[in-house]
């Protein structure tokens, strides 16, 4: 066991009558600060730590695992150095050493508690001294003085099920954060999965009041956009309209490697909070609409959160989305040279050869007159839609790029 699971977090949770749901956290900045930096994990992170702390049991997240067993499959010939490779399994966040400053650190469990224990705590993201309440779905906000009723509204809280609630105390460690960071992205009530395991969980139906920030619109003005479209070639089966992979070069593979690289609050950014992973998107549009600088250690903090910057500078600079700009001057390059690539449904990555299609095929148990090719243009928002789908959907090519296209199409009449 790591000394770093030493170190503890304490909060109290206030537990509905029927012991079955937790209904709100109050937590200090310690905690609070540790659920916010999970925005800041490039997605290519998130899935190592949690493939190394959960082993086989680490849980899928739509298609973004098999993406990730993809890359690290793929012989290392094909990638235009080794660094390349490793730069996707194991992506560099651009806030990892005020990360290090974390009391619990999801992204490096190295610490020792002498490194932690006994120092007064100044905050990394939010004000020491500040106190903050969260939702069982992950709505965050100050814990500052005002309607009880109103704040409860806020965090999609019915009062009544206030009556007869239990106030508990916690304590976290590096066990239940992870427990926290997997939940928030597979669970619609992580808080309550976590402490009342076997509950019957459901969402919340009470509605969060949500500012008027409009994030996607914000950060269009970012992205460079030119008339450049990816060409792919789909390979569908003709008697049930199913996809069995497309056919891609160097320049979708790179798009899709490098989603690894991004962090997940940049990709809540462009997706304006509508990712479909709902807790994820509470805890986005929370900093949006319920934090202001006061309760922030700077003022560059909170854009910091809502779109933290990728990284490396030498591919990407700080203002710009993954290669979806497809600007010609940048060195976005993954893998090298212009060969052609399969990618299945669930985005697994394999090189196109004559054989391995064939016996994709077979092994489908297709004969080759029931396949039907056509080729489709992606662009921005092909891109954005299939990155929304990979996170939630293990088919994501046909959820975030088929469907939509058939859908805009128009019927023909019989």
């Not at 609070?32 to 997605?43: A, R």
């Not at 460690?173 to 402490?195: H, T």
């Amino acid at each position: 066991m790591s000394e770093a699971e030493e170190v503890k977090l304490d909060i109290k949770v206030v537990i509905n009558k029927e012991k079955t749901k937790v209904l709100f956290a109050e937590a200090g900045s310690d905690f609070t600060d540790v659920l916010l930096s999970f925005l800041l994990l490039p997605l290519g992170t998130i899935l190592k730590v949690l493939k190394e702390y959960y082993g086989d049991e680490a849980p899928v997240i739509g298609s973004l695992k098999t993406l990730y067993n993809g890359v690290a499959n793929l012989d290392s010939i094909h990638f235009r150095t080794g660094a390349a490779k490793q730069r996707l399994l194991i992506p560099t966040s651009y806030c990892e050493s005020d990360m290090l400053e974390l009391r619990v650190n999801v992204y490096s469990t190295q610490h020792t508690t002498s490194d932690i224990s006994g120092k007064t705590y100044n905050g990394v993201f939010t004000e020491s001294a500040s106190s903050f309440v969260i939702s069982d779905d992950l709505r965050v906000m100050p814990n500052v003085a005002g309607s009880i009723i109103k704040t409860l509204s806020n965090l999609g809280i019915d009062v009544a099920h206030m009556d007869g609630a239990e106030t508990r105390n916690v304590t976290f460690g590096l066990n239940e954060i992870m427990a926290l960071l997997k939940g928030s992205l597979v669970s619609p009530n992580p808080l309550s999965a976590l402490l009342l395991p076997g509950s019957q969980i459901k969402p919340a139906t009470v509605k969060a009041e949500q500012g008027n920030t409009v994030l996607h619109e914000i950060d269009q003005t970012d992205i460079s956009v030119n008339n450049k479209k990816m060409i792919l070639k789909v390979m569908l089966q003709n008697s049930s309209n199913e996809l069995l992979f497309v056919q891609a070069d160097d320049d979708f593979i790179n798009f899709i490697f490098g989603v690894l690289t991004v962090p997940l609050g940049r990709v809540e950014s462009y997706l304006g909070s509508n990712t479909g992973l709902k807790c994820v998107d509470n805890l986005h549009r929370s900093i949006a609409d319920n934090f202001d600088h006061k309760h922030l250690k700077s003022p560059w903090i909170k854009d910091l959160l809502i779109k933290p910057t990728i990284y490396d500078p030498r591919y990407v600079p700080p203002n710009e989305f993954f290669p979806l700009n497809f600007n010609p001057k940048r060195n976005q390059d993954h893998v090298k040279g212009s060969r052609m690539y399969m990618v299945r449904d669930d985005l697994t990555v394999a090189p196109l050869g004559l054989t391995s299609t064939l016996s994709v095929l077979n092994g489908l148990k297709i004969s080759l007159s029931d396949v039907k090719e056509f080729e489709l243009q992606v662009g921005l928002d092909e891109g954005l839609s299939i990155v929304k789908a990979a996170l939630t959907s293990t088919t994501a090519l046909t959820d975030g790029l088929i469907k939509p296209i058939f859908k805009k199409q128009p019927k023909q009449q019989k």
